[in-house]
Each structure stands twice: as structure tokens, then as C-alpha cells.
């Protein structure tokens, strides 16, 4: 990739929410490319996640849905999107036995909001050459 085309990527990630691009980029030793390459995949693989969240718990499997955030917050911690994975931690918290089981409606909702909003920005990119 050249230069001036992975300094316009940089940017272009740089303007989506949440997204912590320095994080980003040194799990992937620096590579802008590489970095678009992995939020374009978590948009595709998570922006449904809220769904299969609420249909866990609605089926009473919390420990399922426990698991699912717990792996949406290490996927989002990886990729510096910060603010889903601070989401993605607290709802794994509520979900424990021993959480509070009154905030996971809002945790819900929030992570909800939050998800579409970074998908909606990652949606955004142009693809890839």
C-alpha cells in the first residue's frame, strides 16, 4: 500500500467511534491495512451480536450470553475499538451470578447503541483494493 493511501486509511479510521487507532495498530505491528482489514471482519462477524444476546437471555442462557460478551470484549480490546469493549465487560459482569441483574437491561441497550454506531461507521470504509 502506499504511503499516501495508508495515511488516507489512518484517518479513515481514525473517525470511527470508539475506535482507538494506535491500539489497533500494534496488535497488528503497525500495518493500516491489516488493522481495516480486522474491523471491516468485526463489523461482519459481531454487528448482529445484540440479537443472539437478548435471544440468550431470553431462553434463560445467561452463562451463554456471559460467554458471548466476554469474547466481544477480547475481539473489541484487540482491535482498540475501547468503547464496545468497556460495554462488553460490564454486561459480562452483570451476567455472573453474583452481578447486578438490574443493569442488564441498560447494558443491553447501550451496547446495542454503541455497536450500531461503530458498525455503521466501519460500513463506511471503501473496500478494500
Given at each position: ?34 488493522l481495516a482489514r480486522l ?67 441498560g447494558l443491553l441497550a ?20
Open positions: 500500500m502506499q504511503v499516501d493511501a495508508a495515511d488516507q486509511l489512518r484517518r479513515l479510521l481514525e473517525g470511527i467511534p470508539g475506535l482507538e487507532v494506535e491500539v489497533g495498530l500494534t496488535t497488528v505491528g503497525g500495518r493500516v491495512e491489516s474491523i471491516r471482519k468485526y463489523e461482519q462477524l459481531h454487528a448482529g451480536d445484540i440479537q443472539v444476546l437478548r435471544e440468550g437471555l431470553a431462553v434463560g442462557e445467561p452463562e451463554t450470553t456471559r460467554r458471548l460478551a466476554h469474547s466481544l470484549k477480547g475481539a473489541a480490546g484487540f482491535l482498540g475499538l475501547t468503547s464496545i469493549q468497556a460495554l462488553a465487560s460490564a454486561l459480562e459482569a452483570a451476567l455472573r451470578p453474583e452481578g447486578p441483574a438490574n443493569e442488564i437491561e447501550a451496547f446495542e447503541g454503541e455497536n450500531d454506531r461503530v458498525c455503521t461507521a466501519i460500513r463506511a470504509l471503501p473496500a478494500p483494493e
